[in-house]
């Protein structure tokens, strides 16, 4: 597989639009849109609107076409986990990146040398996607959205002990629950019902789409339903799933005196948790921590690694001590999202 | 220790009194003995481990993983402590998590040197919660916003007790209150208050105006002057000679000269002042010497305390609480004739006619240490709480400025949907060089409440409307609102970019009719410095 002539950054590499493959004349995740792009899932920062061509898996494309109004411009090709398909003098696979619904790696090959773009990642079970597969390479694009050693997120079911325990001890009170509306929604109704909560569980309007397209998707959510549809006293002592920005929303004033709760990477931080006005933060990240970072570069042995959005010199830092040519990678277009 | 390290999670993230209290009592009453007992003495400040070190933190977090990552760590959270508890990994094989009481009896008998060892099994065996709580116990600084009445009242509701009865017995009883639960939730015998210099729950005044006190009879109550110190009380018999703050709080340690100058048996409630040749030092004054564990000679020369007395509780072993105020108040008197002491006065009575006379009275008193009056019934006997018929308090009529709106914060619980944090300015020259001749806004203090509901809707979309920009929680308005600001004193202070510091400031009135030019400068504000 190794080629050590050729040199990783002549064929792919950042340019203003985004990360530009130049045998295989395609964009993965561009920030901008472009003639034809591979997407590694459907969050907003990686998976944008207009493009001519987009490459991605079924789930994903769906996701996409959910987001932005049927995408009829855009001609889509579908590519199923594990499949490969040659994009110009590139063979291109998408394996399963364990980040959300559909989420993939891009996994590209030319002149028998081989780049993972990991998109973003994480290593714990996830009951609604399947689990990141290492796939050995020479380069390694990781995310460091989390690669700092202060973030080990903690177990989700203790987690969501949390969440049923303030249930328990304060019955009357709506426990509102800030989650984003792709992925981290229907994971934690997953794992609610994991941990036997099997009431109905109400959504913000924001959420219905995406749940219903889980849905579709063979994710049994159990009891839901739009919290539109209730008169308040239901809301006493129930979970009811909004996006954070709607918190601090006068939406969120039907609810007599509820409990904040959110649900975020972030949380692990009590400064950062603050800010963000959690009364009840629960650490649930759809990113791979500290350990899951460095536990992964073990696992895909590229002797070169590309850091990427994210907390980059830590995880450098890391990677060299460890003897691996590392180095960030500057893109365009990424945010610190919803972690 | 892992059920005590999520309450203090808990608490550290909720705000409102009531869902504080359900957390303790829950916990409280969940918990085995000696854990809770530990607890309840940690909340209450009750616990102190002088050999384990807090500086030696940084050093295990750079043992760990390198000083680079560390810095980088440490430079992220921003707290010490909490960035060891999260780079800390859990090592399954160290067996199971220490309970808290193994945690207090094991720091309480280490010695320094075996401290470190100690700790860092600990903190192999415990989750990052746990290895926060533990190193938060371990610095003495808790910070979840619990006071020690608040702990109290907490223990009270489990046993369905007034939180008074708790005080009246609190003093008596040391880590970890075995006999305190046991009558609290088992049927075991309330504990005795044999313990000397015990503290007896204080009567409390309700407020009053101008307009209700046509309702009393004047013949039926006798004033004071309302001294603008702290209220304490002073305690002491078998030996034992303490000094504590309203809320049952133990200040002995912050006030030796006082604790020193007690050569007598009783209990009396006095207004705990500063006092320099014979007169009374404003607010600030006595602030610089509380919340201190020990105080250093300079202070107490340039600072010295004094307490002005106005009730006696006890006197020798003689409980005095039943007696009508008039006749506690022969008795006080009497005692202070006999034997004049340097650090204790007496606060004297005013007499007036009727309510115009005593309105007459308060307008003309214009010294900076009188906050307004003290009505009491002269036949009320000392009942612990705030009742409500017997004793007033009527404030001096505060003061008032117009300041600007600056910024906005959202509030906590009911109110966290809400910008309901204001901060306001008043106005000074430019300080920067470029806009010279031009004024800027100082912020001059912030108030979260003296406005209705209604108000606060209004507020709320007034802030939402005018944003100019966004930081964290906090919200940019453009400066054009005025709001009347209602305070009761003013002050220097070195930590306000304006250098003054308002006294419980609250929102009077939104003046929607006062352009922001028109509201008042922060040279205004300093001429109403006492």
């Known amino acids: 597989m190794a080629n050590d002539t050729l040199n990783p950054r002549s064929w792919l590499y950042p340019t203003p639009r985004g990360l530009y493959c130049e045998p295989g004349d395609f964009y993965v995740d561009p920030a901008v849109a472009v003639p034809r792009a591979v997407i590694t899932h459907g969050h907003g920062d990686h998976a944008r609107p207009g493009h001519r061509a987009a490459l991605a898996t079924p789930e994903t494309l769906a996701i996409m076409r959910a987001r932005f109004e049927d995408m009829p411009n855009t001609t889509q090709q579908p590519l199923a986990y594990g499949e490969t398909v040659r994009l110009g003098e590139v063979d291109v696979r998408l394996a399963p990146a364990g980040h959300i619904l559909g989420s993939a790696q891009a996994v590209l090959a030319f002149k028998g040398q081989r780049i993972v773009v990991s998109g973003d990642f994480k290593r714990r079970p996830d009951p609604t996607c399947p689990p990141f597969e290492p796939v050995p390479c020479d380069v390694f694009i990781t995310e460091a959205t989390f690669a700092l050693p202060v973030f080990h997120h903690p177990s989700d079911a203790g987690e969501i002990g949390k969440l049923l325990r303030s249930l328990a001890t304060f019955p009357e009170r709506t426990h509102l629950v800030g989650v984003y509306a792709l992925g981290k929604c229907q994971r934690v109704i997953k794992l609610l019902r994991a941990a036997g909560y099997d009431k109905r569980i109400w959504l913000h309007g924001a959420l219905l789409p995406l749940c219903k397209l889980y849905q579709d998707h063979g994710i049994d959510l159990g009891d839901v339903a739009p919290a539109s549809d209730a008169i308040l006293e239901t809301f006493k002592g129930a979970i009811v799933l909004c996006p954070p920005s709607a918190m601090a929303d006068r939406w969120s004033r039907r609810f007599a005196d509820p409990v904040a709760a959110l649900c975020s990477g972030w949380m692990g931080v009590r400064a950062r948790a603050r800010q963000r006005g959690a009364e009840l933060p629960l650490v649930i990240s759809d990113h791979a921590d500290w350990a899951e970072l460095t536990q992964t570069l073990k696992d895909v042995g590229a002797p070169k690694v590309w850091v990427t959005h994210g907390r980059e010199e830590a995880l450098v830092h890391y990677a060299r001590s460890i003897g691996i040519d590392a180095e960030a990678l500057h893109l365009a277009g990424r945010e610190e999202e919803g972690a | ?530």
């Open chain 2, 1 to 530: 220790m892992q059920a005590f390290a999520q309450l203090l999670d808990s608490l550290s993230f909720e705000s409102a009194r009531n869902a504080k209290l359900r957390l303790i009592e829950t916990y409280l009453r969940a918990a085995p003995d000696p854990d809770r007992g530990w607890a309840l003495a940690a909340l209450t400040g009750g616990l102190e481990f002088p050999a384990a070190k807090p500086a030696q933190l940084r050093g295990f977090g750079q043992e760990k993983i390198g000083e680079e990552l560390f810095a980088l760590s440490y430079d992220y959270v921003g707290d010490l402590a909490e960035t060891l508890a999260l780079i800390w990994e859990t090592d399954p094989a160290s067996g199971p998590p220490p309970s808290l009481g193994e945690v207090v009896e094991t720091l309480q008998r280490a010695t320094k040197t075996q401290t470190p060892a100690i700790l860092k099994r600990w903190l192999d065996a415990l989750d990052s919660t746990g290895r926060w709580a533990l190193l938060k116990l371990l610095t003495g600084a808790l910070r979840v916003g619990v006071s020690v009445r608040l702990a109290k009242q907490a223990a009270a509701n489990i046993g369905h007790q007034p939180v008074d009865a708790v005080e009246e017995i609190w003093h008596g009883l040391s880590p970890p209150y075995r006999p305190l639960f046991d009558w609290l939730l088992s049927d075991g015998p309330r504990p005795q208050t044999n313990a000397g210099g015990a503290f007896l729950p204080p009567m409390l005044a309700n407020p009053i105006d101008r307009a209700e006190l046509d309702t009393l009879d004047p013949a039926h109550f006798r004033a004071e002057w309302k001294w603008d110190g702290i209220r304490v009380q002073v305690a002491a018999s078998g030996g034992v000679k303490r000094l504590y703050s309203r809320a049952g709080e133990d200040v002995s340690n912050a006030f030796p000269d006082i604790v020193e100058a007690i050569d007598f048996d009783g209990v009396f409630d006095g207004e705990l002042l500063v006092r320099r040749e014979e007169a009374v030092a404003p607010f600030n004054d006595l602030q610089q010497r509380l919340n201190r564990k020990s105080v250093t000679p300079k202070m107490l020369k340039e600072h010295p305390a004094h307490v002005r007395l106005y009730d006696v509780l006890q006197l020798g072993d003689e409980d005095l609480r039943g007696l009508p105020f008039d006749e506690r108040r022969a008795r006080l008197e009497a005692w202070m004739a006999a034997t004049p002491r340097a650090r204790f006065d007496l606060s004297p009575l005013v007499s007036f006619r009727d309510w115009p006379h005593l309105a007459e009275l308060r307008e003309a008193m214009k010294s900076d240490g009188i906050e307004g009056l003290m009505l009491k019934r002269g036949d009320s006997s000392y009942l612990a709480g705030r009742p409500k018929g017997p004793w007033f308090k009527w404030k001096r009529d505060p003061m008032l400025a117009d300041c600007v709106l600056m910024y906005a914060q959202r509030g906590h619980g009911k109110r966290s949907s809400f910008y309901s944090d204001f901060t306001f300015g008043c106005w000074r020259p430019a300080r920067s060089e470029t806009v010279e001749g031009k004024r800027e806004l100082a912020p001059v203090g912030k108030a979260y409440f003296g406005f209705t509901d209604e108000e606060l809707r209004w507020l709320d979309k007034w802030v939402r409307d005018h944003t100019t920009d966004r930081f964290g929680p906090v919200r940019e308005v453009t400066q054009e609102l005025v709001l009347e600001i209602a305070f009761d004193g003013i002050a220097r202070s070195s930590r306000h970019k304006s250098g003054l510091a308002l006294r419980f400031p609250r929102i009077h009135r939104i003046r929607r009719d006062k352009p922001a030019a028109e509201a008042d400068t922060v040279d205004t504000l300093l001429q109403l410095l006492p």
